[in-house]
C-alpha cells in the first residue's frame, strides 16, 4: 500500500499560514511534475483552527519517500517552512488497510 505520514503543523499567526501555503502549493508544483513515486500529497486546512494545516502524505514506498526528500523544491520547502511555523510534528504511518485509486494503466 505504499509508505505514509501525517505532519501538522502550527503557523505563528494566520498570515504565516496563508504564506506558508503559498510555499507548500510551490513545492507542490515539483512534487506534481517530477516525484511518480508521491502517490498523495494534500495540505488541508483544519475548520475552526485557521494557523493549523495537516499534511497527508503517501508514497509508493520509503526509496520514493527518500527520493522526495532530495528532490530541490522539497528542500527548499524545508529550509523555508521555520519562519512561518510555531510548531509541527510528523507521524509516520504504517498501513493495516486500505483503497487506492485506479491504477489508469491498468497495473
Known sequence: M????VVRF?????AAGLAFDELAATALEGIRAHEPGTVVYVNHRVPDEPRVRVFYELYADRAAF???E???HVRR??????QFLES???????EVAG???A????Q
Open 66 to 68: 527518500d527520493a522526495h
Open 103 to 106: 491504477d489508469p494503466a491498468g
Open 10 to 14: 502550527t503557523a505563528k499567526d494566520e
Open 88 to 94: 509541527f510534528e510528523v507521524t509516520f504511518l504504517d
Open 99 to 101: 483503497k487506492l485509486p
Open 70 to 72: 532530495e528532490q530541490p
Open 77 to 82: 520547502f524545508l529550509a523555508e517552512r521555520g
Open 2 to 5: 505504499g509508505y505514509g505520514l
